[in-house]
């Protein structure tokens, strides 16, 4: 089967520029994004979360140590603070792939994409 990768969430999302936050997206800047989600087998019906990623300023692995009250895996979490997912298999039978990225201020687009 043929491998996807899903690079740069920012670029790839249907974000437009408001009016106010993100005010740094046209520049591929990913500060203002909290984390980012892809169901690979989306089927419209429910976003199952298959990967998760988390981007964004301010040391977000700090926060969520102290958030979670434990420790983290440097590594593990090295390989989900990106802004290029992990490859993976194209969904089978002309499938859908969804793509849910949201900010810091709570705001979530999704965007699908028909394989």
């Known amino acids: ?4 990768t899903i690079e ?7 974000f437009q520029e408001p009016k106010r936050r993100f005010h740094s997206i046209k520049d591929g800047n990913i500060d203002d994004i909290a984390c980012w ?5 989306y089927n419209e019906e ?6 998760a990623y988390f981007t ?3 040391e977000p ?7 979670l009250r434990a420790e983290i895996d440097e590594s593990a979490w090295s390989a ?8 993976f298999e194209k969904p089978a039978n002309k499938g859908k792939i ?3 990225v949201i900010n810091h201020y709570g705001d979530e687009v999704l965007k699908v994409y028909e394989v």
């Open 1 to 4: 089967m043929t491998q996807v």
């Open 80 to 87: 989900l603070y990106t802004n290029e997912s992990i490859p």
């Open 37 to 41: 989600f892809i169901d690979t087998d």
């Open 61 to 67: 692995y700090d926060k969520l140590k102290r958030a």
């Open 56 to 58: 964004g300023a301010d």
């Open 98 to 100: 969804a793509v849910k």
């Open 46 to 51: 429910a976003f199952i979360v298959r990967h």
């Open 8 to 14: 740069n969430p920012v670029l790839n999302s249907p």
